[in-house]
């Protein structure tokens, strides 16, 4: 390993002011990345006011100056970490490479974002004859170049916004058709997804794609105030809604694949609502029913109760949900682990998701996602704790989990994640996907040491999912504190 770390340290001594070893080689990482760029290129009065008190009514209440719009801030960074590419049960060969990913950030405010930067992986062994320098994986297809752009963003948390990048967790509003979908978590396979959001009177609406080079996944959610209509509008806007939503998948993979289309249409109610001072407590029923236009039969139905709590320290979101699946029809069925089921579903069958017949049942659906800081959150950029966790329990026998946790301890300068993915729990050919990193800043917190590990599924051209795993360690320096 000598030869690999004189490699990371050349290339970081070559930019001192810019530097950096850090999570990109691995999907289940990467959103833990991008909240720290974001924060990184945040105006750096917001991680100041940490430590104070918030401001006075009549500070809060000022008229703000026509010039106090935020600054353009901007960071720069070259990555450059040693990463292996290891067998598991005996399929595959070890490769390994030094990784590097110059990058270049923009951001003002919290309504713009612009983060440029991917990762190219030189070759220092393996890969059998004939192996570039390069990985030809991570390039060999249009939708790769998307991975180019880390993150746009325009619009921030508003109404009318759009965001364009890595897709990790992602729900479509409602969350019955997608729900914590990554686009890459196939390690191969590196789009950039497109996300835009639109408001007129009483209709929201939000559409998607999960690649914006090909189509592979796309569909939108439009969603109705129906006290709105019926009275004007209310002081509390989204207190009673009804909500359409429609996905399609083209089918367009290595091979032949059928397209897809599901839709669902739910039913939303606020039935408690409290809030003063920048706390807010909401309850809320849910029910909906969903099936596949054009095949009689494939239906299903839910009924469930959310929560939400937001403090200046607390924001958490939890659902609770009873689920009905009849004629191969399922909620959720855009999850965590389509783009790998796309190839070979979880479970005895070993077939493609379209081909593949799910058991008619019922389920129980339980989701947390929690971010909680000891001082405060920050625009939700800082945390000390960020924890998502997914569980779905079917009535024959079968469990899916999916999550996340993160922390920050030690006056941030440690930072600790665990990620992972279990399918079909419960019976034959179950699906496990894990991964793991530790940064530890020191010498004033712009030098880190990183380390990281887990276990990947590549897809094969005959449609299988080879085992594999990896692990990489680097050294990095950054201007972000």
């Known amino acids: 390993m000598g030869m690999h770390w004189s490699w990371a340290v050349v290339l970081l001594l070559l930019l001192p002011g810019a530097g950096g070893a850090q999570e990109a080689i ?27 008190e918030a401001p006075s009514e009549e500070e809060a209440s000022a008229p703000a100056a026509p010039d106090s719009a935020p600054p353009m801030t901007n ?21 390994g490479f030094v990784q590097v990913e110059p990058m270049v950030a923009l951001g003002r405010g919290e309504s713009f974002r612009l ?37 746009f ?5 508003t109404p009318n916004s759009a965001w364009l990048g890595m897709m990790e967790g992602y729900s479509l509003l409602s969350g019955h058709l997608v729900r914590r979908y990554g686009n890459r978590v196939n ?12 408001t ?6 939000e559409a998607f794609a999960s690649d914006v080079l090909s189509a592979r996944l796309a569909g939108a959610e439009v969603a109705l105030d129906v006290q709105h209509v019926l009275f004007g509008r209310p002081p509390v806007p989204g207190c009673y809604t009804l909500a359409l939503s429609a996905v399609h998948d083209w089918g367009r993979i290595a091979g032949t694949a059928r397209p897809m289309t599901l839709a669902h249409l739910d039913a939303t109610a606020v039935v408690l609502r ?20 054009g095949e009689g039969g494939a239906w299903g139905a839910v009924v469930g109760v959310g929560v939400d709590a937001l403090t200046s320290t607390v924001d958490l979101r939890a659902r609770l949900e009873g689920r009905l699946q009849r004629g191969g029809f399922r909620q959720g069925a855009f999850g965590p682990d389509y783009e790998l089921a796309r190839f070979q579903v979880a479970g005895p069958a070993s077939v493609p998701l379209v081909e593949a017949s799910f058991p008619e049942g019922a389920s129980a659906y339980g989701e947390v996602i929690l971010n909680w800081d000891a001082v405060r959150l920050s625009g939700m950029r800082q945390r000390h704790l960020f924890l998502s966790l997914g569980v779905e329990a079917f009535s024959w026998g ?15 300068d440690l930072s600790l994640g665990v990620g992972g993915l279990a399918t079909a729990m419960g019976q034959s050919g179950a699906r496990y996907v894990v991964s793991g990193e530790a940064r530890w800043r020191f010498l004033g917190g712009n030098l880190y040491a990183l380390g990281q590990g887990g276990t990947l599924l590549f897809p094969m051209p005959e449609g299988t999912l080879r085992p594999g795993a990896f692990a990489a360690v680097g050294l990095g320096v950054d201007n972000a504190r």
């Open 26 to 52: 691995t999907p289940e990482d990467f959103d833990a990345t991008v909240r720290r760029l974001e924060e990184a290129i945040s105006d750096k009065a917001s991680g100041e006011e940490e430590e104070d």
């Open 75 to 95: 960071l720069l960074r070259m990555d450059a970490a040693t990463l292996t590419l290891l067998p598991r049960r005996g399929a595959g060969t070890e490769e």
């Open 115 to 151: 983060i440029l930067g991917a990762p190219v992986r030189l070759r220092l062994w393996g890969g059998g004859e004939g192996a570039g320098l390069v990985r030809k994986e991570d390039w060999d297809t249009l939708s790769d170049w998307g991975q180019v752009v880390r993150l």
């Open 153 to 157: 963003m325009v619009g921030g948390d």
């Open 187 to 198: 390690p191969d396979y590196h789009p950039a997804g497109v996300i835009a959001t639109g």
């Open 200 to 205: 007129l009177g009483p209709v929201y609406a």
């Open 274 to 293: 409290r809030g003063s001072k920048g706390q807010r407590v909401e309850a809320h029923l849910l029910g909906g029913w969903g099936g596949r236009p």
């Open 398 to 412: 079968r469990v899916d989990v999916d999550g996340r946790v993160e922390a920050q301890l030690f006056h941030r």
